[in-house]
C-alpha cells in the first residue's frame, strides 16, 4: 500500500512512480487520478478530501491483456479522510501476444459512523 499526499510537493506529487497526476474525476471530496507511462501501464490514485473515511472501489476487469499489482482487478479499499491511495497499477500482460487496453468503473461511499 502507498500513501501518498499528491499536493504536498511543488511538482504536485510526493509519490513516485506517481508524477504529473491527471485528473479524471473530481468531485470537491474525492479526487481520482491517472498517470500513464506511455504504453508501459496506468496507474490511479484515489484522494479523500472529505472529514469521513472513504470506501472506494474501483473495478478494472473489463481491460484486455493486463495485470495488476493488486490480486483482483476489482479493489475496494477504505481511504482515511485527508489520505490518498494508489487503487491499481496496471501493466500490459506478457504472457499475452497482442494490443492492451485499460477501463476502470468506479463506486463509492463514505462511512459516517
Known amino acids: 500500500m502507498s500513501d501518498c499526499q499528491p499536493h504536498a510537493a511543488p511538482n504536485g ?55 495488476s499489482h493488486r490480486p483482483s482487478l476489482k479493489h475496494q479499499q477504505t481511504i482515511p479522510p485527508g489520505e490518498a491511495k494508489i487503487m491499481h497499477h496496471l501493466l500490459p500482460d506478457s504472457s499475452e501476444v497482442g494490443a492492451w487496453s485499460w477501463a476502470y468503473s468506479a463506486s463509492y461511499m463514505f462511512d459516517e459512523n
Open 13 to 67: 506529487s510526493a509519490c513516485s512512480p506517481i508524477f504529473e497526476l491527471f485528473p479524471i474525476a473530481i468531485t470537491g471530496k474525492i479526487n481520482l487520478y491517472r498517470y500513464r507511462s506511455g504504453y508501459g501501464g496506468v496507474s490511479f490514485l484515489v484522494e479523500n478530501k472529505h472529514t469521513a473515511p472513504l470506501v472506494f472501489i474501483l473495478d478494472c476487469s473489463e481491460s484486455k491483456n493486463v495485470v
